[in-house]
């Protein structure tokens, strides 16, 4: 980390988390912080779901709930940015403290709660951006208490696919109650039908992630990648936070409610994605997230079977260069190796993350 950055670290990490997040998508409002010239390489370049991405590495969804700062996002460096999660009506999300840093394990655990401001004020602003260079996802989510929550997935696709680079149907977060049960294979059956079904009667039809928990046993990912293979989804984004507490130095706060994401995710993160990968086959997408923080994380991720890598953690305790720094080291890593592509190393540590146990 850079001089700068640990200075603007420093100074985020004295206000509140909540109101240091906020802080920094003013900052990006603002046009700050100035990224450096972007890491171009023709060996970072993927083809994803009929998308060319300029390199593996995304943003997120969860920082840029609101969709205020995709372009400055790219800018970044970041080859995609995904927005939201979005959800057709305004909330506000559980009550506040809501989001604890874990400084000692370069982890952070949050009950959010898909706290937004809904469809309206999310699709003002991508359809201003639209037509402007970059690839950029929806993760579409359901209100807390909407009566029919797969009916809210519709509207988000039917809302949102026009302006979206590919959606992501988030059934995954554990701060809103019973949502985690729509990954049960019968429910998720009806979900993901009526999702395509939304999509095929939308004006555009970009591809469509379903975005999964890590605290599944084999069965559920068994019956997971069943459905997503039958209904021939696009692919699978593993994985959002945790509801496990592996151990952890952060005494105070680990008996915090919320799920945890960061540095410790990376192992179970990492295998539930290889398991995946196993069950999916070669062919369909997995978008790989969960504890990267450098370019050796990044690039274990794509040994294990991740097309694409996303983080948003780790930009926390590394800073704004963090993206930056990571595709400058695949360029290196790729010179040292002699790689026409990065993409080469998909799955070759496949079988060693998939035969690790959850």
Known sequence: MSVLDRIGQKLLFTFDPEAAHGLSIAALRCGLPVAGRPVR????KVGVCGIDFPNPLGMAAGYDKNAEVPDALLGLGFGFAEVGTVTPLPQAGNPKPRIFRLTADQAVINRLG??????????????ARKGRPGIVGVNIGANKDSADRIGDYERGVARFARYASYLTVNISSPN???LRNMQAREQLGELLSRVIAARAAASAKPPVFLKIAPDLVEAELEDIAAEVTEKQLDGVIVSNTTISRPAL???????????????????????????????????????????????DAALEKIRAGADLVQLYTGMIYAGPALPGRILTGMVGFADKERLKSIRALRDVSLDKWASKPL
């Open 114 to 127: 898909f706290n937004n401001e809904g469809h309206e004020v999310a699709e003002k602003r991508l359809a």
């Open 41 to 44: 390489d023709e060996r970072l």
């Open 176 to 178: 809103t109650p019973g």
């Open 249 to 295: 130095r952060s005494a105070s706060v680990t008996g915090e409610a919320g799920g945890l994401s960061g540095k410790p995710l990376f192992e179970r993160s990492t295998i539930v994605l290889a398991k995946m990968r196993k069950l999916l086959g070669p062919d369909r997408a997995i978008i790989g997230v969960g504890g990267v923080d450098s370019t």
